[in-house]
């Protein structure tokens, strides 16, 4: 039980660490591309604290909700360390109910997208976190109702397998530069069938 824990822990640090890598390249530097002297502040952010100053373009939306899946990654992982068997169930249902939205957001978006690898990646990898948060939130309820005296040595393998899983295509997500650059190339007119999109090629 107590490796069980520990590699939820570890799993759930690096979901933060993805995030935190999407926010700092995507919108930080973004913002603050003509400013100098706050690299180190930019660094020592918190990424689940993180204030977005508009949710209303798309990039920064689809950030907020990498933001809200992660706060429910670090939940579940909180209410695992503690047993807290209501606050699993909790927590496992928002990660699904987020992937969703997310995977929703990201089907949205990629109408707008040139063709390609990147977006293709992330495409297969929303979807991916989508039906994998739908076996995690089985398996965590299985697990939240077991009894202490019950065998749960596969439900817990199971259960950071899956972890492992989401976390990987969450980390495609989190590095989909390319993806973010073509909407931010975009932004003025995105959603538009006038668009102009950069064609470079990238490999």
């Not at 502040?41 to 899946?69: G, H, I």
């Not at 990987?168 to 538009?192: L, P, T």
């Amino acid at each position: 039980m107590a490796e069980f824990k520990k590699q939820i822990s570890e799993l759930s640090e690096k979901f933060i660490e993805d995030l935190k890598y999407a926010i700092e390249t995507n919108i930080i530097n973004n913002d603050d591309d003509d400013d100098e002297g706050d690299d180190e502040e930019e660094t020592n952010f918190d990424p689940l604290e993180y204030k977005f100053l508009s949710t209303k373009a798309p990039k920064e939306k689809f950030m907020e909700s990498l933001q809200k899946v992660t706060k429910s990654i670090v939940a579940l992982s909180n209410a695992i360390q503690k047993n807290e068997r209501s606050n699993m169930i909790r927590s496992t249902g928002d990660v699904a109910t987020v992937f969703t939205q997310i995977n929703n957001e990201a089907t949205e978006i990629a109408r707008s997208l040139p063709d390609g690898k990147a977006k293709e990646k992330l495409l297969e990898s929303t979807s991916r976190c989508k039906t994998s948060s739908v076996q995690l939130k089985i398996n965590i309820s299985v697990k939240a109702s077991s009894d202490e005296s019950d065998d749960v040595s596969d439900l817990n393998n199971k259960i950071v397998g899956l972890f492992e899983l989401i976390n990987q295509c969450f980390s495609v997500i989190a590095h989909s530069d390319r993806v973010y650059n073509d909407m931010d190339f975009n932004k003025q007119s995105f959603g538009s069938s006038t668009s102009s999109w950069n064609t470079i090629s990238w490999n």
